[in-house]
């Protein structure tokens, strides 16, 4: 079971947000992933790996954390960035699970 | 450019069947991994089920085990979820998502969804 807090986060553009996901079991080889939904579109890659990344994201958002506990932070709040956040453990054996999501608000 | 696009969801009578597919494009189908993930409307995410690249290998989650099959097309670079005895639970939101190389891997890529409505 993965455990996201707070469940909704309500930040300004510009301050810095970050949104915690935590596992009731080591999650192994760090098999943890970010996501970021907006109303009406699908589940958007932001990290995977746990710290990595994916293709064409802003460095503004970083993950970070390992065994049970990790964190998602973005660093400077654009307009675009608020939506719902997901965190993710795809380890080798199913299931899959997702946490129950952080929604970000603008303040 | 990867793309995954859904179709064949709509409204179906309780106990009734439905088959999604989702056609893709842009990457090498047959290497990667495929999941179906469902969403109630303003809720949150749930895995249905996953595939091998070669379709050898599927797991569900135990709400739908039974009652789904997942399969796939590489030929047509098409994955399908043929969906039985549906209840209203079942009315949700289905993704199809890439998966990596192997078993395990992030969900690089969804399609746009496509609704699914139980009447009862």
């Known amino acids: 079971v993965l455990t996201q807090s707070p469940g909704t986060l309500s930040l300004s553009p510009g301050e810095r947000a970050t949104l915690s996901c935590r596992a009731s079991?080591?999650?192994?080889?760090?098999?943890l992933a970010w996501y970021q939904q907006k109303p009406g579109q699908a589940p958007r890659l932001l990290i995977y790996?746990?710290?990595t990344r994916a293709t064409g994201i802003p460095d503004r958002f970083s993950g970070g954390g390992s065994g049970t506990d990790f964190t998602l932070t973005i660093s400077r709040l654009e307009p675009e960035d608020f939506a719902v956040y997901y965190c993710?453990?795809?380890?080798?054996?199913?299931?899959?699970?997702f946490g129950q999501g952080t929604q970000l608000e603008i303040k | 450019e990867v793309q995954l696009v859904e179709s064949g969801g709509g409204l179906v009578q309780s106990g009734g069947s439905l088959r999604l597919s989702c056609a893709a494009s842009?990457?090498?189908?047959?290497?990667?991994?495929m999941h179906w993930v469902r969403q109630v409307p303003g809720q949150g995410l749930m895995w249905v089920s996953r595939?091998?690249?070669?379709?050898?290998?599927?797991s569900y989650a135990d709400s739908v085990k039974g009652r789904f099959t997942i399969s796939r097309d590489n030929a047509k670079n098409t994955l399908y979820l043929q969906m039985s005895r549906l209840r209203a639970d079942d009315t949700t939101v289905y993704y199809c998502?890439?998966?990596?190389?192997?078993?395990?891997?992030?969900?690089?890529?969804w399609g746009q969804g496509i609704l699914v409505t139980v009447s009862s």
């Open positions: 842009g990457f090498t189908f047959r290497n990667y991994w």
């Open positions: 998502s890439r998966g990596g190389a192997f078993s395990y891997g992030p969900f690089d890529y």
């Open positions: 790996a746990a710290s």
């Open positions: 079991q080591t999650i192994s080889i760090n098999y």
């Open positions: 993710q453990e795809y380890g080798i054996s199913p299931p899959s699970t």
């Open positions: 595939i091998s690249g070669d379709g050898s290998d599927t």
